[in-house]
């Protein structure tokens, strides 16, 4: 008897990672994962790692698209593609709307409404629509499932979701969505397991990478989250800018000149820590980073330490009230203590004791 396999796919902006499972009476078990990187870049590059990590492929080729890293997949011999008794495909896709709360079937409707979506999410959107329909011609009976970033985050209060700007823009889809929602989901579901007292409970929990945000938890579920209508807004990443006062573009258009593609690529692909002027360290460099001497990781502390006493309390928080003082230098180094101590305050207002930190999940 054939092994049934799945594959789960993520398309990025210019990478195709995918992880293979075989589907046993246990549960799903990883066969294989890697990825194809630097797409529509000279010198794209495949690796291919077994479940134990050892390395099966690894070269370099040029891919215009990510329909041309899907056919160079299928070719191979020992690929995703090649295991036999595929039965089905997932899908990470960042963004779902307002309408998409749990995975879906993808069917023609809800093809056609993630591609709808695309200009809320032109660098993630647009590719998983790509991959998505790639597959539809080559296997037109395999049945396909799309799992959505912002849909864990549906759960938020309607204080948490709206913006305060005319009603008529929040019915076209103008509102906080929030992202990484599936991270946030696996973590909720893990301190079950490592922490079931505070997974009942309210909890601070941090997402921090290339793109870094936070969310907070009650119950294991989403009631706010520091990204908002797109995932540039929140915690400064490792080149998105983070929040930054909406007049700042306007200003920048009117007085400098700058145009729509600048702005984007301003804020979105050269800003956060690749902005620092001195080394552009990654986010995992600041963060581990023991000197004290000032680096990007003060300055974020910093300023996050500045506008968040500036902000309301916490937009969910009802009556809890807003007593963090600023971080200290010691604090500063815990990430979340910078920029919500709101949300710190909460949680631990919740618990009636101290907030401290959780297991790793």
Not at 57 to 69: G, I, L, Q
Not at 195 to 208: D, E, I
Not at 300 to 307: E, N, P, Q, R, W
Request: include cysteine; proline fraction near 7%; charged fraction near 15%.
């Amino acid at each position: 008897m054939t092994n049934r396999h799945l594959c789960i796919i993520t398309a990025g902006s210019t990478s195709l990672k995918f992880v293979a499972y075989e589907v046993t009476p246990a549960g799903p078990r990883r066969c294989l994962h890697g990825a194809v990187e630097n797409i529509d870049e000279p010198g794209a590059r495949l690796r291919l790692n077994s479940n134990d990590g050892n390395p099966m492929h690894d070269s370099r080729f040029p891919v215009s698209d990510h329909a041309e890293a899907l056919a160079v997949l299928a070719e191979l011999r020992d690929g995703p593609f090649s295991l036999g008794g595929l039965v089905g495909f997932g899908h990470r896709v960042v963004h779902g709307g307002p309408d998409y709360a749990a995975p879906v079937h993808l069917d023609a409707a809800a093809i056609a409404l993630i591609e709808a979506l695309q200009s809320l999410a032109p660098l993630h959107n647009t590719p998983a629509v790509a991959v998505i329909k790639t597959l539809a011609e080559r296997y037109p009976s395999m049945p396909q499932v799309a799992c959505f970033d912002t849909a864990f985050h549906r759960t938020h209060p309607a204080v948490a979701d709206r913006y305060a700007i005319p009603d008529a823009l929040y019915q076209d889809g103008v509102r906080r969505y929030g992202f990484h929602g599936l991270s946030y989901e696996f973590i909720a579901s893990r301190l079950n397991d490592v922490a079931p007292s505070v997974a009942l409970g309210r909890v601070v929990v941090a997402h921090l990478g290339a793109g870094a945000s936070m969310c907070a938890l009650e119950g294991g579920r989403s009631m706010d989250s520091s990204m908002g209508f797109s995932a540039v807004d929140g915690l400064p990443m490792g080149t998105r800018s983070g929040s930054v006062d909406p007049y700042l573009l306007l200003w920048l258009q009117q007085t400098k000149g700058w145009s729509l593609k600048r702005s984007t690529t301003s804020f979105s692909a050269s800003a956060g820590s690749w902005a620092c002027p001195a080394s552009r360290p990654t986010l995992r460099r600041c963060w581990r980073a023991t000197s004290r001497r000032p680096s990007w990781r003060w300055i974020t502390s910093s300023i996050m330490c500045a506008v968040s006493p500036a902000r309301s309390p916490p937009r969910w928080a009802g009556s809890t009230r807003w007593c963090s003082p600023p971080a200290s230098a010691s604090t500063a180094r815990r990430f979340a203590a910078g920029f919500c101590a709101g949300w710190v305050s909460w949680a631990s207002c919740s618990m009636r004791r101290r907030t401290r930190p959780v297991a790793r999940c």
